[in-house]
């Protein structure tokens, strides 16, 4: 497993699609996630420390976790599959550690409010994490694998320029 942090949550321009950018703890790769308008927003909302004026349901889950003696012991985004990340959501209660199947985005979204590490397994980090400069094995692979590969890296690039996500006004 390696460490992650929230980078930056950006749109991908030409489909107007959140993008969460985890960057891994050495710097050295970035895994973007595209999640929901909402849940940006949540997430956005967690990393400027903000409270919003009414509780929204990651903030409500965090204080039921307080009340039952749980809490968030890790996220794990642990597989790609059919194009779709999947996390676990860790929590601890009474010294016993429970996994649950989550969305990246819901998790992470709880990750920012409880000060919980973010991981991401080996197996998603070697199928979908994008490294600075050229790769190994760049020589190696066919043509259409490099185009996608620097199709892909523009694509973070992208996103990258466009780190921004509008603040939508609260609603009571």
């Not at 969460?20 to 050295?28: G, M, P, V």
Request: glycine letters at 4%.
């Amino acid at each position: 497993m390696r460490k992650v942090f929230v980078k930056a949550v950006g749109i991908q321009v030409e489909e107007q699609v959140p993008v969460i950018l985890l960057q891994e703890e050495d710097s050295t790769g970035i895994l973007p996630i595209g999640v929901g308008r909402a849940e940006a927003q949540a997430i956005v909302v967690a990393m400027k420390d903000r409270e919003p004026s009414r509780p929204i349901s990651y903030d409500l889950m965090n204080e039921v976790m307080k009340c039952l003696n749980a809490s968030l012991e890790k996220v794990v985004v642990h597989e790609l599959k059919d194009d779709v990340f999947h996390a676990r959501f860790v929590i601890k209660h009474d010294e016993k550690s429970y996994a649950l199947d989550a969305r990246p985005s819901d998790s992470i979204a709880m990750a920012l409010r409880t000060d919980a590490p973010i991981f991401i397994s080996d197996k998603v980090a070697d199928r979908a994490l994008v490294r600075k400069g050229e790769r190994e094995d760049e020589e190696d692979l066919p043509g259409e694998v490099r185009n996608e590969d620097q199709k892909f890296k523009n694509f973070v690039d992208e996103v990258f320029e466009n780190v921004a996500v509008e603040e939508e006004e609260e609603n009571d």
